[in-house]
């Protein structure tokens, strides 16, 4: 079974740190692109950040950037989100996702699976 599996999310203080991390199960991120979502309340889904797992190729939202690392291991399997000097602005529901183009039956698609998400909570 095709699965990601997101751990690490919690409840801490404003300034506190969290890490995210992301597990695959049922195939590999060879040549995918990993990125990390979320949504709050009320609000549309964006994203946080993305790398990419053939060259490690990275993008930050501007509301994160200087605050949030994201980082893969291929041989594990597994996509982490290092989240430090958090705010309450912060505060939403964080989604893996991986989506990897590919080319069968004349046309191209988009392979691309999601993660359940995990709540992160930060309180002022």
């Known amino acids: 079974e095709v699965q990601l599996v997101e751990s690490g999310g919690g409840l801490v203080q404003a300034g506190g740190s969290l890490r995210l991390s992301c597990a695959a199960s049922g195939f590999t991120f060879d040549d995918y692109a990993i990125g990390w979502f979320r949504q709050a309340p009320g609000k549309e889904r964006e994203g946080v950040s993305c790398?990419?797992?053939?060259?490690?190729?990275?993008y930050y939202a501007d509301s994160v950037k200087g605050r949030f690392t994201i980082s893969s291991d291929n041989a594990k399997n597994t996509v982490a989100l290092q989240m430090n000097s958090l705010k309450p602005e912060d505060t939403a529901v964080y989604y893996c996702?991986?989506?990897?183009?590919?080319?069968?039956?004349?046309?191209?698609?988009?392979?691309?699976?999601w993660g359940q998400g995990t709540q992160v909570t930060v309180s002022s």
């Open positions: 996702g991986a989506a990897k183009l590919v080319y069968y039956r004349n046309t191209y698609h988009c392979d691309n699976h």
């Open positions: 790398i990419s797992s053939s060259d490690g190729s990275t």
